[in-house]
């Protein structure tokens, strides 16, 4: 099934920026979608990007376009998240996680994430 | 795309029957998922595509409803199931998440 490991998370201040990396293993890292969730303390998940097995294609959630970027290293097995100008609002633990997909109607597919790593936390305060 | 979970919350003793309602703003078709969390652990995938088992998810587990009204459904409660869950639609490109609905022992 594989395995997903998140690391980079940390204490950072208000406006500062952190690198988020995601290390696949045990799957075909560069055939899958890959996405990032997090989760508030005490909160609820929240999904925050997509990006496709060529990295071209990219979704973000409202709250941080502009501000993270999504991308991938195929030859490395490895998925990051670039957060700048960071609030304290986006104190989370970060999951990524693998996205398979299975065809629903003519070009259309229902997607899901069904490996998960463990998370790595973030958080953002003075 | 607003997803609404409910209840909340709910309080059940094994071996009951318990159901989950998660309710979409507008017709999501069968884009949705549904997921197990344990305090402290990543989420897990139990159903996708709203009624299609995820490998490995015991048979205790059905998903149901399509349009903007979607059920869940553990048919006999087990001790490991006491968690949260939730829903989750993949219909547009941005994704969205139901509120989560705890499942506490009574």
């Known amino acids: 099934e594989g395995q997903l490991v998140e690391s980079g998370g940390g204490l950072v201040q208000p406006g500062g920026s952190l690198r988020l990396s995601c290390a696949a293993s045990g799957l075909t890292f560069s055939s899958y979608w890959m996405s990032w969730v997090r989760q508030a303390p005490g909160k609820g998940l929240e999904w925050v990007a997509n990006?496709?097995?060529?990295?071209?294609?990219?979704h973000y959630v409202d709250s941080v376009k502009g501000r993270f970027t999504i991308s991938r290293d195929n030859a490395k097995n490895s998925l990051s998240l670039q957060m700048n100008s960071l609030r304290v609002e986006d104190t989370a633990v970060y999951y990524c996680a693998r996205v398979l997909w299975v065809p629903a109607a003519m070009v259309y597919y229902y997607y899901y994430m069904d490996v998960w790593g463990k998370g790595t936390t973030v958080t953002v305060s003075s | 795309i607003q997803m609404t979970q409910s209840p909340s919350s709910l309080s059940a003793s094994v071996g009951d029957r318990v159901t989950i309602t998660c309710r979409a703003s507008q017709n999501i078709g069968s884009y949705l998922n549904w997921y197990q969390q344990r305090p402290g652990k990543a989420p897990k995938l139990l159903i996708y595509?709203?009624?299609i088992l995820h490998s490995g998810v015991p048979s205790r587990f059905s998903g149901s409803g399509s349009g903007t009204v979607f059920t869940l459904t553990i048919s006999i409660l087990q001790p490991e199931d006491f968690a949260t869950y939730y829903c989750?639609?993949?219909?547009?490109?941005?994704?969205?998440f139901g509120q989560g609905t705890k499942v506490e022992i009574k």
């Open positions: 990006i496709k097995p060529d990295g071209i294609e990219k």
């Open positions: 595509a709203a009624s």
């Open positions: 989750q639609q993949n219909y547009n490109t941005l994704w969205t």
